[in-house]
């Protein structure tokens, strides 16, 4: 049985992207670290607020960047200091968590409270454009 694409159809014309990125996404489906979205009101503005559980980093132990249509951010600890543990439950691992982010998104700031990572993000209203088309006769 062979695999059909979901953006196949001849009526949908350059999609090609968005189906790349489903395969994006697909492939990087860690949990971890655990994240919420959620979705803010500001007025006539959405706001879209990711909210990531980064408890033991630091501010400098994180890197926030837009790659390509991408919201990507990377965490790494620096665990200099020799220790002797007798039990090591909390692992000081790094972690790179990506989402895919629509055409005209901006991220508006990010903070860092109480071990969360909060980064907001404002999807800008489109607006509705009607252009008719004149069609040229030839002989």
Same mark, same amino acid.
């Given at each position: ?54 408890? @033991?980093?630091? =501010?400098? #132990? %994180?890197?926030?960047?837009?790659? *390509? ?45 109480? @071990?969360?990572? =909060?980064? #907001? %993000?404002?999807?800008?209203?489109? *607006? ?12």
């Amino acid at each position: 049985m062979s695999r059909v694409p979901p953006f196949s159809s001849p009526l949908l014309v350059g999609f090609e992207t968005i189906e790349k990125s489903l395969e994006r996404i697909a492939k990087s489906a860690d949990g971890y670290p655990p994240y919420n979205i959620e979705r803010l009101r500001d007025g006539e503005t959405d706001i879209l607020r990711i909210t990531l559980a980064v408890a @033991g980093f630091a =501010s400098d #132990d %994180l890197e926030i960047s837009t790659e *390509d249509s991408q919201l990507v951010i990377r965490g790494r600890q620096q665990d200099d200091t020799p220790r002797e543990f007798l039990h090591r439950g909390i692992a000081s691992r790094q972690f790179q968590k990506a989402f895919v982010l629509a055409d005209g998104m901006r991220v508006t700031g990010a903070e860092l409270k109480n @071990g969360l990572l =909060s980064i #907001d %993000l404002v999807r800008p209203q489109p *607006d509705k454009v009607i252009r008719r088309i004149e069609i040229t006769e030839r002989d």
